[in-house]
């Protein structure tokens, strides 16, 4: 028990700037291992920002609330997933093939093609959550955040990565049946939970739009790059959060 605390934990500090002492946690075993709660901790983030939501509504119209919300989120993880999203476009639109497109997204300067893409994925939250009503928008960010670290564990469990070397080469050479079931079980637990709240086929309307981002996206990347990076992870994220609130606004309308 002791050791998946540490696990946890580590799992906290690499998605997240919230402060974890970890000066006595970290292995390589145990970093390896963290896949296995990042869908955990995508809930535990989305339970914090919809908190946030939740009391800036009591005070402020929805509009402006929402806004200093997804603003407090980019805080709280430190536009982690949002970067990778950008790097990610930045390759592909500007490498002319497998080799230019990884040295581009290893550039940490921003291009054409990813600020495009970060302006229309903020503004895609924006629009999608808007459309919902206090209490959808509340479910929504939880499970959003839970269910979009899925996706990308399940790109790390079905692909190969892309680079011969890089800090999610160790994790995808180690991803165990534990963590996979660890992760799925977080899944199951969190759509039963939004199926207090909201109509269950909301829901599965809501995963028909995060699976087609978190394939659309793949197919952005994996013919180019013949596998997976960090940054493409964050863009797999990015695309079923957005996936899936779309699916939400969609099942409404």
């Known amino acids: 028990m002791r050791n998946e605390v540490a696990i946890f934990l580590l799992s906290v500090q690499f998605l997240t700037r919230l402060p974890v002492p970890a000066s006595d946690l970290y292995s390589p075993e145990r970093l390896n291992a963290t896949p296995r709660y990042y869908p955990l901790v995508g809930g535990l983030l989305g339970a914090m920002i919809a908190a946030t939501f939740w009391g800036l509504s009591l005070v402020l119209p929805t509009s402006l609330a929402l806004v200093l919300t997804m603003a407090i989120g980019l805080l709280l993880t430190g536009a982690f997933h949002e970067d990778g999203l950008a790097d990610t476009f930045d390759g592909i639109g500007g490498g002319r093939d497998r080799n230019t497109a990884l040295t581009i997204m290893k550039d940490s300067r921003l291009g054409t093609y990813g600020t495009a893409a970060l302006v229309m994925a903020l503004a895609l939250k924006f629009a999608s959550l808007i459309a919902l009503p206090d209490l959808w928008v509340i479910v929504a960010l939880i499970s959003g955040q839970c269910l979009s670290r899925l996706s990308s564990v399940l790109v790390i469990a ?55 981002g978190h394939i659309g996206m793949r197919l952005l990347f994996e013919r180019k790059l013949g ?27």
């Open 158 to 212: 079905t692909s190969r990565y892309a680079r011969a070397e890089g800090k999610a080469k160790p994790v995808a050479e180690t991803l165990s049946g534990f963590s996979l079931m660890v992760v799925i079980l977080t899944g199951i637990v969190t759509v039963t939970a939004a199926a207090f709240f909201l109509p269950l086929s909301s829901i599965g309307v809501g995963l028909v739009g995060a699976t087609a």
């Open 227 to 253: 596998g997976y990076t960090g940054d493409t992870l964050g863009a797999v994220q990015q695309a079923s959060e957005i996936g899936f609130y779309l699916g939400l606004v969609a099942w409404l309308s």
